[in-house]
Structures are given as C-alpha cells and as structure tokens.
C-alpha cells in the first residue's frame, strides 16, 4: 500500500481528474493540481460569444434640392455558444470601428471587422450616395458587407451581403428622383424606396450574452429627396441612426443614416462590441492587452459576475490586442 495525494492509500496511483478530487487534499496538494491543470474547475472553458463589427457610413448628399443618402449597413453578427478554447493561448480581440458617412455625393465608408479568436464579423457596407441626376454606379449602389448600405435615391441598387450569413441586404431606389434606401439589418432586409422619404433601416437581432436582452446591428435609415418633401427613414433597432445623417449608436454596430440634401455628409457607422461569457467556476483571464477596452476601463481583466448570474462577462468595446485564459 502506498500513499497518494488526496491522503488515498491504494496499491495504484489514483487518476488525475478535472471534474472529482476524491479524497483529503492539503492546501498544496491542491495548488499543485491547479498549476497542472487537473483541479476541478480550473480547466479551460467553453465561451458564449458576440462578435459585432462596426456598422457602415451612410451617403452623402450633393445640393440642397438632392435625392436621399442611402443608409449605412449594420455591421456583421455573429454568436454562438461551446466555443472552445485552447488553454494558455493569445486570442485576438478586435473591436471594429464604425464606417465615416459620405461627402457630398458619395458613397458611406464601410466598417471595420470584428474579430474574437477565428471569428470575424465584416464591418456593414456603406450607403450609396444620393445624386441630382445620376451619377456613378460605384458610388450610388449600396456596398457589401456583413449587411449591406442602401442605395442613394435615383435608381441605385444594393450589392448582396458578404460574406453571407451575417446581416441582410440594404433597400434599393426604384424611382428617380427619390429618397434613400434603407440600410440592412442582422434580422432583416433595409427598405426599398419609390417615394421621397428615405427608406428605413432593417432591424438588428437582440442577445442576451450579458444577461439581459440587448439589440444589436441595426441599419441606418435612409435620407429623403429634399426638394419632394417626405420625411426621413427611420433607424433599425439595435442601433441603427434615422436618415438625416444621424449616427449609428455605438457598441451596437449600427448604420449610419443617410444625408438629405444640402452637399451634407452621411451619418457615421456605430463602433461594434465583442462580448464573452462562461461559467464562472473557471478562473479570470490571465490577461488583457493594454489597447483594449474591457468592461469599462483599458487592460481591465476583472468579469462582470453580476449582470449574468453564474458566469462571467467580458465585454470588449474598442480596440484590439489578445487576451489570455
């Protein structure tokens, strides 16, 4: 008979195991479980996650009597849950920043990516430019993206989301002259528009990550033609900013809005958000990079243990660097 660690007297060494310590266990005996990784608890988790990136610029106007600004795209969304990880690595964390709106006439910047490990969301697609007689394609068609930006009044149309799967496609203008279409929404499609009113954006989906209910990716509605009167579209939940150049709200991913005459600029794409929770029997991060921002404070590696009982909650609002579990 031989003595064991957990005071188990056996002819056979008992089994490490990371869910059972069987047995009597000093307080090193245990820390010396915890630094190899077979302490119950201690292992690596699996992670729920949102990844949000930055929602699309909507489009410019050119003159006071102008057709609408077409709404930026919401930025891509993308959540799962039992994402493993492997334990000791760098993970990379990127919150993407929004889209700027477009100048006078002219197509809304798209945003930036969202990135957690090998996850990444596309930034939304701007929103075309709206034009006093038609301009150019590439920049009165709405452009790709996680959703797609609308078109600018005048007959414009909008490209399909890429990569498919993260949002939906921006509303198209069917009539010239006419108000903007709306920007693409993570539930749904922008507006299409045949009127002077601006199309409204599509609506974002909602997630419950950090322990309430909260909507994201909304698309930006779209500007109305000025000289017709009508009013503007709205923005979609979760972010999305109402035509006349209103911005998308930040950490949702939202589009911007479109402009509505006087050589006005598109409302600007709102930033995205990246959001991890796992059981909170699991230890902290190790670390969080210096460029990030978590839970309200630059580096912070402390969790939320409050909004979503019995997990622990990151939620990174910008920046981009690694996170270590």
């Known amino acids: ?99 700027n709106g477009g100048s006078a006439a002219q197509l809304g910047s798209s945003g930036n990516n969202s990135v957690f490990s090998s996850i990444t969301s596309s930034g939304g697609g701007g929103g075309g430019g709206g034009y006093a007689s038609s301009g150019p394609a590439t920049q009165r068609n709405g452009a790709a993206g996680g959703s797609s930006g609308g078109a600018g009044g005048g007959q414009g149309v909008s490209n399909s989301p890429s990569p498919a799967g993260q949002g939906n496609i921006g509303g198209a203008s069917t009539a010239d002259p006419s108000g903007g279409g709306g920007g693409g929404g993570a539930s749904a499609a922008g507006s299409a528009i045949a009127t002077a009113s601006g199309g409204n954006g599509g609506n974002g989906s909602a997630s419950s990550i950090s322990g309430s209910s909260v909507t994201y ?17 709205t923005g979609g939940t979760g972010g999305g900013g109402a035509g006349a150049s209103n911005p998308g709200t930040a950490s949702t991913g939202g589009g911007g809005g479109g402009a509505q005459g006087g050589a006005t600029a598109g409302g600007n794409g709102g930033s995205g958000i990246v959001i991890i929770a796992y059981l909170n029997r699991y230890q902290d991060l190790t670390s969080v990079s210096a460029g990030l921002t978590c839970n309200g404070s630059a580096g912070n590696s402390v969790p939320d243990t409050v909004s979503r009982p019995g997990y622990k909650v990151y939620k990174f609002t910008a920046g981009t660097g690694s996170i270590v579990f």
């Open 217 to 233: 990716a909304g698309g930006g509605g779209g500007g109305r033609y000025f000289a017709g009167g009508g009013t503007a579209g």
């Open 1 to 99: 008979m031989n003595r064991y660690k957990g005071s188990i007297r056996s002819a056979t060494v008992a089994a490490n195991s990371t869910t059972a310590a069987v047995g009597i266990w000093t307080l090193t005996e245990a820390m010396q479980g915890k630094q190899a990784s077979a302490w119950p608890g201690y292992t690596t988790p699996t992670v729920d996650y949102l990844v949000v990136a930055g929602g699309g610029g909507g489009g410019g106007t050119q003159s006071s009597a102008e057709k609408g600004g077409g709404g930026g795209g919401a930025g891509g969304y993308l959540t799962s849950t039992g994402f493993s990880i492997t334990p000791n690595s760098s993970i990379t964390v990127t919150v993407g920043g929004g889209g």
